[in-house]
């Protein structure tokens, strides 16, 4: 709900913005009739979205003020100075009370009556506010037990083509109450006969405790169209008597509905005490409508587009396109100006440089949106599983603010609600298991978005039960994924939960648990290019970690130089830079070295690579990446600088290793690779892994 | 399959109320920021079962949106249900005339929006 009435609180300034600048072009063109119906508009939603949101005293302010403008549009008053000011001056009161909606300010409280009483001087009521009727709140009748009900539905021949199926309506009468329904049929010729006309109507007997004008709330939409006839029997419980039932259904399918004095008169012989002298019968007329042209002026729309404009996704590529074109541009831009040794001409190029950094990040914050919103959705998810499950479950969010391409996030909607439903399904227990577990009796389940790196990283923490790695272990030996012998990392063995056809869940539920899933989860990970890794411990928890890559194709980077290429590191995973001998890193057997008095695993680029010669200079650089919670330091050569890079795709004939992820153009034309440092960690990993077995 | 909804309304925060609960009902939905945006979406998006309409909106209203979608052969019977306050019971029947199917009145309860969406296409 927090997300909706920020949007109500965003909408609602936007609104009074443009409510003030219409008020404010009325005033000096007060006979234009288009800003008149503009401030009309601008406050008639205004009023509609509080009244939404159930903030009553926004909305019933807004109504009084609203009526002045109905009034002033109608030609029933005449625009005044003094309504203009008063007008302004609740506009400034209402900016105070969107955020203040129960007045709990004092000032807000006293300009609030106030500002009431000099708006009903001008519409002539008095007194207090009027009290408007909240036709959300079912005014119930005083209904004293179950009345029955005779109702007449005819539906007009023509209903199906309104789109509405008159057995609906029959049922959800039938809903109300014990009932008999007695359908009719309209005879017709065979020539007269039109199949897409209906012609069926109904009696209805119903006992009800619900009041008429539940029962003609059914009809609502098909009361001007259709006859209704809706009588009130003073017996009650005649649905439940046998004669009068038997009585009732020999009129099945005539052609006349069954009349009112006749039910009376059954009534009577069904053995009832007195006898109404006459049911009370309502008859629903068809209202006659009134026509009203409605005319959308130009500048309506105009003031529309202010607020926010749609722009073709096209047009946002050729932008990012172009402001990519720009970076590299600028890049040999930087290189000529350092190249001719001129302060004024690097004093521009530098400023360019800022100006292309904004521009670059406004360009590519346009397609981010909050992951908020989709977190939000899942409140509800949440809550209806764990009900129905029986489990008690808190629902946490966190990061809610990490901005994420739109398409990914709908991408990832569906594949994060499959796994919470299997946290809360599989994961979390019972209260009392829990309790007997001394574990809080309330479950956790916590969504947290995060960045690093040039990744956002979303995971799905609970505290329930966690995987026995070795059941996975066994199921996948059964399953013959892996041979018994193998040995397998508790990494490894998780990531068979990702197996097409693999699920442990004993029971299959109606909420997770089909054997279809977790794969599909992968896969729809996997084509955004990114990754998912489960860990979890016995009694403890699960936690699922999702890493996905972030469309920004810029970078920050740090260029490096590795035996004559160029390399990018993202600068976002540099940590530090040291300089290290060469000897010190050749007599190095345990790929540790110490650094700051931390030993620091690294990995020799050069001899990964397959660079068989030594770097020329004595020294190598050693820069230090951190990858989730582990640093690691990479060897290079030389250290360039900082680099704003421009990550291209590298094209299908490398599509077979993952540790490039692109590569950008070099203000001297010349070609940077960039790294993508956590494949490179794992590949680092897996080989030492390889040496030691 | 999931039910598609189309939703226009000129106001996100509306927008975003009958979104969230008719999808939190297990309907697909879709939204419009004004008739002419909606029209383009209905046209775009190969169909949908329910059109929920706002009236006052700018660049085409709710009334003018619904005459447009009856033109279309494919919509003609489309259920349309429109988004009106207590105080437009004149908008009320001219949009029953122009062929709405019926309306939702603002403000309402998220139960009753169900409620009527159910009652007009379950």
Not at chain 1, 482 to 497: T, W
Request: glycine content about 6%; aromatic content about 6%; proline content about 3%.
């Amino acid at each position: 709900m927090d997300e909706m009435k920020e949007t109500y609180i965003q909408e609602a300034n936007e609104l009074l913005e443009n409510l003030e600048s219409s008020l404010l072009s009325l005033e000096s063109n007060p006979n234009d009739g288009s800003n008149i119906e503009q401030v009309f508009r601008v406050m008639h939603t205004l009023k509609g979205n509080s009244s939404m949101f159930g903030l009553t005293k926004i909305a019933e302010f807004v109504h009084d003020l609203e009526t002045i403008y109905d009034k002033i549009r109608q030609n029933e008053m005449q625009l005044s100075k003094p309504i203009l000011d008063t007008t302004l001056l609740a506009l400034d009161h209402l900016n105070k009370i969107i955020i203040d909606s129960e007045l709990e300010e004092e000032d807000n409280q006293l300009n609030h009556t106030n500002l009431i009483a000099q708006i009903h001087t001008f519409i002539g009521k008095s007194g207090s506010v009027e009290k408007k009727e909240d036709s959300s709140v079912e005014t119930e009748q005083d209904v004293e037990g179950p009345i029955t009900y005779h109702v007449m539905f005819a539906p007009d021949a023509s209903i199906f083509l309104d789109g509405t199926n008159p057995l609906i309506l029959v049922s959800e009468l039938t809903g109300l109450g014990k009932n008999i329904v007695i359908p009719h049929f309209k005879a017709q010729s065979i020539e007269e006969f039109n199949p897409l006309d209906c012609i069926t109507f109904w009696d209805v007997f119903i006992e009800t405790d619900k009041s008429i004008d539940d029962i003609k709330d059914v009809f609502v939409f098909v009361e001007d169209s259709s006859t209704i006839v809706i009588n009130e029997l003073k017996y009650t419980n005649l649905v439940s008597n046998k004669e009068f039932g038997e009585y009732v259904s020999s009129y099945m399918f005539k052609e006349k509905s069954i009349d009112v004095n006749e039910i009376n008169e059954l009534a009577d012989k069904v053995g009832e005490s007195s006898v109404k002298e006459s049911s009370k019968a309502v008859e629903v007329t068809p209202v006659k409508a009134q026509t009203e042209a409605k005319v959308t002026t130009k500048k309506e729309a105009k003031e529309k587009v202010l607020s926010s404009i749609r722009v073709s996704s096209d047009k946002l590529d050729e932008l990012m396109n172009l402001v990519s074109e720009l970076v590299t541009t600028q890049a040999s831009l930087t290189l000529f100006s350092q190249k001719n040794e001129s302060p004024e001409l690097e004093v521009i190029s530098e400023n360019i440089e800022k100006l292309s950094r904004r521009l670059r990040d406004i360009a590519f914050g346009m397609t981010l949106v909050p992951i908020n919103n989709m977190f939000s959705r899942f409140q509800r998810l949440v809550r209806d599983v764990s009900n129905s499950l029986g489990k008690e479950v808190q629902f946490v969010t966190e990061g809610g603010e990490t901005e994420l391409d739109k398409s990914i996030i709908e991408t990832l909607t569906d594949p994060l609600m499959h796994i919470i439903r299997n946290s809360l399904d599989h994961g979390l227990e019972l209260p009392e298991t829990r309790e007997e577990q001394n574990k809080p009796r309330k479950g956790t389940v916590k969504l947290k978005a995060f960045y690093s790196g040039i990744s956002v990283y979303i995971q799905i923490i609970d505290d329930g039960k966690g995987i026995d790695a070795e059941i996975i272990r066994n199921k996948a030996i059964a399953k013959g994924f892996v041979s018994p012998e193998q040995e397998l990392s508790d990494k490894e063995i998780f990531d068979f939960i990702f197996y097409p056809g693999f699920s442990t869940a004993e029971v299959v539920t109606d909420i997770s648990g089909r054997g279809v899933g977790m794969d599909v989860v992968k896969r729809n990970i996997t084509d955004l290019k990114g990754s998912i890794v489960v860990e979890s411990a016995v009694g403890v928890g699960t936690t699922l970690t999702i890493k996905l890559p972030l469309s920004l194709s810029i970078i920050d980077g740090l260029l490096v130089e590795i035996a004559k290429v160029n390399y990018i590191i993202p600068l976002s995973v540099v940590n530090k830079c040291y300089e290290v001998s060469n000897s010190e890193m050749k007599g190095n057997f345990n790929k540790l070295l110490v650094l700051d008095d931390k030993q620091i695993p690294f990995i020799n680029i050069r001899r990964e690579f397959g660079y068989k010669q030594q770097p020329d200079e004595e020294k190598s650089q050693i820069i230090v990446v951190s990858d989730a919670d582990r640093k690691v330091g990479i060897s290079v050569d030389h250290i360039v600088g900082e680099y704003q890079a421009v990550v291209k795709p590298i094209g299908k004939y490398y599509k077979n290793q993952d540790f490039i992820s692109g590569a950008t153009i070099l203000g001297d034309g010349s070609i940077a690779l960039v790294m993508d440092s956590h494949k490179i960690i794992d590949l680092y990993t897996e080989h030492s892994k390889l040496e030691t077995k | 399959m999931a039910k598609k909804i189309l939703i226009v309304d000129d106001s996100e925060s509306i927008r975003l109320v009958v979104g969230t609960a008719l999808r939190a009902e297990g309907y697909e939905v879709i939204v419009g920021n004004d008739g002419q945006h909606a029209l383009d979406l209905l046209l775009e998006s190969g169909g949908v079962n329910l059109i929920v309409s706002d009236l006052n909106m700018p660049i085409l209203d709710g009334i003018s949106f619904l005459k447009e979608v009856r033109k279309l052969d494919k919509y003609k019977y489309l259920p349309f249900l429109i988004l009106t306050t207590e105080s437009q019971e004149s908008k009320k029947m001219e949009a029953k005339q122009s062929g709405a199917t019926g309306w939702i009145i603002k403000p309402f309860v998220k139960e009753k929006l169900i409620a009527v969406v159910k009652k007009v296409i379950s």
